[in-house]
């Protein structure tokens, strides 16, 4: 079975500009987690959507949004870049919404993101 | 504030020996998970703890939910240049995954 694939891997841009990351989850799974990466903050949870609807909202300011698509693909936008947007942008998919707490979640090799 | 204090940060050891990693926090978790993550990959799943006191064993890693389940630990037994990765511990908290910042794990032969 395929794992979660994210493309970009890698991705320059200025700031000011905006960027679109996208995500395919492993077959069968519908939910779809996004996190930011960054040495200074860790990992960070961004969003979560599940059959298309967004479920769980991390601290982020509006800039950052995501959709999902019928077929559990999924992206992430974020407008108006900023230097502190470059991190490592990871996508994490399992089978159900975590609820019970017990759900894998099986995550993409991510996309690196510098805003010059 | 980190939800998930995890320490030390930053481990530097000889293959063979020994280690152990905390994951602690003041809120309770209805469980643990703890991933390992390579260079230019995203985390990998080593173990999911539920229960309090549970202890999981992965060949030579050893996995321990406090009682209280608020604190974890995973001790690596005879460590070996293959370990070497960033360790990550992450809890259940409000339906959302929190994780610790990590401990960067070096192993030297």
């Known amino acids: 079975k395929a794992g979660v694939t994210q493309t970009p891997r890698y991705l320059i841009k200025t700031r000011g500009q905006q960027v679109t990351l996208s995500c395919s989850p492993i077959?069968?799974?519908?939910?779809v987690s996004w996190y930011q990466q960054t040495p200074g903050q860790g990992l960070q949870f961004l969003f979560e959507?599940?059959?298309?609807?967004?479920?769980n909202k991390g601290n982020f300011p509006g800039r950052f949004s995501g959709r999902q698509f019928s077929n559990s693909r999924s992206e992430m936008n974020v407008s108006t870049l900023e230097l502190g947007d470059s991190a490592l942008y990871l996508c994490?998919?399992?089978?159900?919404?975590?609820?019970?707490?017990?759900?894998?979640?099986?995550f993409g090799p991510g996309t690196r993101l510098t805003v010059l | 504030t980190q939800l998930l204090e995890q320490s030390p940060q930053f481990l530097s050891i000889q293959e063979g020996e020994n280690l152990t990693v905390y994951c602690n926090s003041s809120s309770v978790f209805s469980s643990l998970q703890w991933y390992r993550q390579e260079p230019g990959e995203g985390p990998v799943l080593l173990v999911t703890v539920v229960t309090g006191g549970e202890v999981k064993k992965l060949k030579r890693l050893t996995f321990q939910f406090g009682d209280a389940r608020k604190d974890s630990s995973l001790h690596i037994t005879a460590a070996q240049p293959g370990d070497t990765g960033l360790y990550l511990c992450a809890g259940s908290y409000g339906n959302k995954l929190v994780f610790g910042a990590g401990t960067i794990l070096r192993v030297k032969s």
């Open positions: 959507y599940f059959s298309e609807t967004q479920r």
């Open positions: 994490a998919s399992s089978y159900f919404i975590r609820t019970g707490n017990k759900d894998t979640q099986y």
């Open positions: 077959s069968g799974h519908r939910s």
